[in-house]
């Protein structure tokens, strides 16, 4: 326990908490992310969460919980925009998970607090719909510099996911999602949540403790709490072939791919070009690495 921050606290899972924020999927753990959507360090921690769900998906379900952190700063002044952008600069660069910081000097995301309950809005639609609009809108963010708190920015995401427009804008609007942001919020206090990603394992048992990790780890961190937490030895599933992986996840940077088949870019690439080859995907070039684009018939 000590290669990681740690801290056990108690089962925020109380009657009252359930009713607010909906049950979860019936798998032994469940892990609460604090995340909040303009954190280039929760984007970073992506080719690690697809390794994990990969590997040990059948074992527990992932729950968002929007800290709230970014969306609370008044980021109005120049210099609080000039250190934003350095910040997804380093980030990019050690990661391997580009970002592009001119967004910061370029197109400001003026308002986060939109963008929380966009996402709150989102998951109205069920938990797998929350999860995209996640994913969809990072990449609107970090590569394509689009100003997110937009709300025609934000309806168009909507939209490319097969969302319901119409209920999508109503609950925009709507007591339902901000109240489902302070619910998140709520946890976040609960929880002592200071920092961002920080994950939260529980099991299934409702009186045992959960472990708390803030930050980014290497992948074999992750998957020694999900055996302490276990009663038994998890089973490892193998990664897919390439092409059924790229089918599911659709738009994936080298970095993911090169983590979840424990490859290095260099292999990875040389594996997607004969995809690029066969018409299969498409290479987006990003500022930092490459990204590939699934190719639907």
Known sequence: MARYRVKILNNPKSPGTKQRCRGSEKRPIEIYMFIDPLCPECWALEPILKKLQIEYGRYFSLKNVLSGRLANLNMSKKKDYESMAQ?????????????D???????PVDTPYTVSIALKAAELQGRRAGLRFLRRI???????????????????????LGLDIE???NDIHSESAAKAFQCDLKITSEMEVQEIPTLVFFNENAEDEGI?????YPY??????????LSEKPIQSPPPPLEVFMEFFKFV????IAVVYNMSISQI???????????VVEQIPAKYGTFWRYIEE
């Open 87 to 99: 910040v997804w600069e380093k980030t990019a660069s050690r990661s391997g998970m580009s970002c």
């Open 101 to 107: 910081g001119s967004l910061w000097l370029e197109n």
């Open 138 to 160: 990072q990449e609107m963010l970090f590569l394509e510099k689009q100003n997110i708190s937009n709300l025609q920015v934000l309806v168009d995401c909507a939209k490319s």
């Open 167 to 169: 209920e999508f804008i």
């Open 212 to 216: 708390k990790i803030t930050g980014t």
């Open 220 to 229: 074999e961190i992750y998957v020694q709490i999900l055996e302490e937490m």
């Open 253 to 256: 940077a080298s970095k993911e």
């Open 269 to 279: 690439e040389r594996e997607m070009k004969k995809l690029l080859l066969k018409q």
